[in-house]
């Protein structure tokens, strides 16, 4: 090993005898060693554990099938639970599924037989072997639908309707924005910031929503930000190898970055419309239809802001479409058929990550002649942007 002196002499240091990898791994194997002997010998000097054992539930879905309940629990608590009970309506009924304790982070599904009424309220109480409860409410019972080629059909004409076409209307703003002044066109890449700004916002709150919801035990809440900082990170890689490779312009870069953006986002809608229409709070009619076409026709727009000094193919732009629109139907099809909020958090984390690195990317664009960046029409469009999107949203109820 070579190294200078002080003065810039070079010399030679000494080698050890054991190889680097060798000394990097000592301490972990040390550390294994040290661990696996506290647990060989559980825990001297802890001493016996006092108090009930902490017993935690998530019932992280539900599907009502012709005379029986079924519901898929996880265990969030340190200790194993036993159910030993079930109350529908504050009345014992029979379930069948776990027989034996439930283990740390494992689930079960219990099956319980309830005679249930199309459009009642159900409150399920499960009683553990200590006394514990565990509650879960059904606002409206509606027969969880089978997943056929039916129902995979209609999940995928939903999501054409919400995702592909109103992408694809938003996107026939191209002649109108490669006609506008640049001092305009600065203003519309603020409006599409603003747009992007409340997407984000959005699916963040969503996600933290779903998180609350679902199992702690992989995360919560912090799921949400775990997707946030990968599509974040994975969206900066990606940005920086197409710069290294100059195969496209910057415009084209910046379109098809917020294309990925707002198709991760659509994903998590999807999926947000899926488990609701799955569990009946999802109303299919022209009202909601409209709504949605409404307040997704804006992506579109932020789709070809970026490209509005270049004249693209007819077959970019479609894909440009079909990647901001199209992830609605897969969205849809998870959501209905197996819904899991971790997994819905961790998505619409995905969908923020991406819409933060997206606005990062588009920033500089909104510069004036003078350089600044939150310059009076820049702001105006930003402020633009997020009242658009306020005010559509309202037309949206999943």
Excluded: C
Aim: glycine fraction near 12%; aromatic fraction near 6%.
């Amino acid at each position: 090993m070579e190294a200078r002196t002080a003065t810039g002499e070079l010399v030679r240091g000494r080698e050890g005898r054991f190889p680097r990898w060798l000394v990097g791994l000592a301490p972990l194997a040390l550390a294994a060693v040290v661990i696996g002997g506290f647990a060989l010998l559980d825990g001297p000097g802890l001493g016996e554990r006092t108090g009930p054992p902490v017993e935690e539930l998530a019932v992280e879905r539900t599907v009502l099938e012709p005379g029986a309940i079924e519901l898929t629990v996880r265990n969030d608590g340190p200790d194993a639970v036993a159910i030993a009970q079930v109350l529908v309506n504050d009345a014992y009924v029979g379930f069948t599924g776990a027989e034996r304790p439930i283990g740390r982070l494992e689930s079960e599904t219990l099956r319980i037989q309830q005679p249930w009424v199309e459009g009642e309220a159900y409150s399920i109480a499960l009683l553990t072997s200590t006394g514990a409860t565990i509650e879960q409410e059904i606002p409206v019972a509606v027969q969880t639908p089978d997943s056929d080629l039916s129902f995979l059909g209609l999940m995928a004409l939903l999501g054409v309707y919400v995702g592909v076409i109103p992408v694809a209307l938003g996107m026939l703003w191209l002649p109108w924005v490669r006609r506008i002044p640049r001092a305009w066109l600065r203003a519309v890449m603020a409006l599409t910031v603003g747009l992007l700004a409340w997407l984000g916002l959005d699916a963040t709150l969503e996600g933290l929503e779903l998180a609350g919801s679902g199992s702690q035990a992989f995360g919560g809440a912090a799921l949400v930000f775990v997707g946030i900082a990968v599509s974040y990170l994975v969206l900066s890689g990606v940005s920086a190898w197409l710069d290294q490779r100059r195969s496209s312009a910057s415009g084209a870069r910046l379109a098809l970055l917020v294309a990925v953006g707002i198709g991760l986002h659509n994903l998590g809608e999807g999926v947000a419309i899926g488990s609701a229409y799955a569990v009946g709070a999802l109303a299919l009619g022209a009202f909601l239809v409209v709504g949605f076409a409404i307040h997704n026709t804006t992506e579109g727009l932020a789709i070809v802001a970026p490209i509005a000094a270049r004249k693209p193919r007819i077959g970019r732009l479609v894909a440009l479409g079909l990647i901001a629109g199209a992830p609605v139907i897969p969205g849809a099809w998870l959501g209905a058929a197996a819904f899991n909020p971790s997994a819905a958090a961790f998505l619409f984390g995905l969908g923020a990550g991406a819409i933060v690195q997206v606005v990062v990317q588009l920033a500089p664009s909104l510069r004036d002649d003078e350089g600044r960046t939150l310059h009076p029409l820049a702001v105006a469009g930003v402020l633009a942007g997020l009242a658009i999107m306020f005010v559509t949203a309202l037309l949206v109820t999943v």
